[in-house]
């Protein structure tokens, strides 16, 4: 099939890269001329494992390319994605206001000609949002156009995108009309997957009500993780525990600093803003994820007494493991209230360095390449990102480069044992410290 993806980003770029994988002919298109210029000279712009083997072989075989032009792209695409951002406001309500210009883009671009079209709709939004973009096209493009609007939500992990895409749990289509639903099953034929037939409003609503459950499994820990530091008691050992009953599972229940990234942050409450609807819960869920590093902050004060003038080394920076995204990564704003009490911060992150360093470098953050002369002369390293490099650090190596052997694992993913073979004072989350050798 032909398909047009809208927004070459973290979702659309892997998105079509997987379509062409499949099989499909994929255009990307974007409006950032130099992002399609990076990708046309055989770059990709971003770091997503697997991805960059993807787009090189899906493009030397014509599957994939790139454009600017949504007009160019879409005569000849049965379907056309829509991958655009749908950022927060400074209220924290969703700024559609990317979905609505491609919309009206394609509007003006769709002629009677080219029969009929079915625009997807990728990128998280409010329910409802589909009827919205069905009425913007219909007011802007002729009265002859064909189309239909379905909501096909992407559940993809940044760090594991491909493997997600092309082996989902399951490919929710929410369409309200049967030839629009056949498209999409079309397009989804090579993927062996339980696919859920809905409709439009039903589709979005479980995207948003997905990624508000996830983000509540997180805080849910990370309050009892609190719970377990007043006690003793191991979070780990209770999330394992918890997580063996099949209806809980053990997936999303890490104890840590939080979630950031571009979706849970604003996601969570966004499912019923729009529409007046209240969901205190939600607010709890965000409550606790607000204050869960500002808790681990001030456990490291307690330690070192005053901040000011000492050395902190932070590892980690990207929101998660395995991406050099950052938005909204907790890592930076730990960053950024460690500078605010004057504290000399020195970070890194195997990946996110260039993404991170436009808004380190005016805090006075030294961003240094190699992990352990990071933590040269530090008084205390703060662990901040689950990357297995620094799950795998060489301890002693470590213990040899640091100025006091400290550390605060915001991410649980060191083994106290192991720290306490090497002489570590280690402070984690819900789990019981290892105290001064
Ligand atoms: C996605 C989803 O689409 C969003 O709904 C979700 O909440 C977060 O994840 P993502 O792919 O991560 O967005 O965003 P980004 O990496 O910023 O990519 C979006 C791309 O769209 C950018 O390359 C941007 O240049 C492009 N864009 C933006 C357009 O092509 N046209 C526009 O009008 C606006
Ligand atoms: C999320 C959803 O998982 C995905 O289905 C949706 O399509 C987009 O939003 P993403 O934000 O890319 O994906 O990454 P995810 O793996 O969900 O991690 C989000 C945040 O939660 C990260 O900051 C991560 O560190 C944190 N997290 C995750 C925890 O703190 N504990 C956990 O147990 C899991």
């Known amino acids: ?50 991805l960059e ?8 075989v014509g599957r ?3 454009s600017p032009s949504i007009a160019a792209s879409i005569a000849e695409s049965e379907v056309i994605f829509i991958a655009v951002p749908t950022p927060p406001n400074t209220d924290g309500s969703v700024d559609l206001t990317y979905i609505e210009k491609v919309a009206r883009e394609i509007a003006q671009a769709l002629q009677p000609e080219m029969g009929y079209k079915v625009i997807v709709d990728k990128s998280t939004v409010p329910v409802k949002t589909g009827e919205k ?32 895409l092309l082996h989902p749990d399951r490919i929710v289509i929410g369409a309200n009309s049967e030839q629009a639903m056949n498209v999409i099953k079309r397009v989804y034929q090579p993927i062996h997957a339980p696919i859920l ?53 053990r997936h999303f229940l890490n104890a840590g600093l939080g979630y950031g990234g571009s979706c849970f942050p604003k996601d969570v409450i966004n499912i019923s803003r729009t529409l007046g609807i209240p969901f205190t819960l939600l607010e709890e869920v965000e409550h606790i994820n607000d204050t869960q590093h500002i808790h681990f902050l001030d456990r490291i004060r307690d330690r070192l007494w ?26 930076l704003k730990l960053c950024e209230k460690l500078c605010g009490e004057g504290a000399i911060v020195t970070a890194t992150d195997p990946k996110a360095m260039h993404t991170a360093a436009p808004i380190l470098n005016p805090m006075g953050v030294k961003l240094v390449e190699d992990m352990y002369e990071c933590a040269r002369d530090a008084e205390v390293l703060v662990i901040a990102t689950e990357w297995s490099e620094y799950a795998n650090a060489d301890l002693q190596k470590l213990a040899g480069v640091m100025r006091n052997r400290i550390i605060f694992d915001g991410r649980n993913i060191l083994s106290p044992a192991n720290l306490r073979a090497v002489g570590f004072e280690y402070h984690s989350v819900g789990r ?6």
């Open 1 to 50: 099939m032909n398909l047009t993806i809208i927004g070459s980003g973290y979702v659309g770029l892997t998105t079509g890269t997987c379509f062409a994988e499949m099989g499909h002919h994929v255009i990307c298109v974007d409006n950032n001329t130099e992002k399609i210029r990076t990708l046309q000279s055989g770059a990709i712009p971003i770091y997503e494992p697997k």
């Open 197 to 249: 037939e809905t409709d439009v409003n039903s589709a979005e609503l479980i995207k948003h009500a997905a990624n508000s459950f996830l983000a509540l499994k997180i805080s849910y820990i990370n309050a009892v993780a609190k719970v377990c530091e007043k006690t003793g008691a191991d979070v780990e050992l209770v999330a394992e525990g918890i997580g063996m009953d099949k209806r809980i599972s």
């Open 432 to 437: 019981p410290s290892v105290e001064e050798a």
């Open 306 to 331: 005053v901040l000011k003038d000492k050395k902190i080394a932070v590892w980690g920076l990207a929101f998660k493991q395995n991406t050099d995204d950052v938005r909204e990564s907790i890592a």
């Open 133 to 164: 973009v069905s009425q913007t096209i219909k007011h802007y493009a002729g009265p002859n156009v064909q189309f239909d609007i379905v909501s096909n939500p992407e559940f993809l992990r940044e760090g594991c995108a491909v493997d997600d």
């Open 64 to 66: 994939l390319e790139f």
């Open 53 to 60: 083997e993807l787009v090189k072989k899906n493009v030397a």
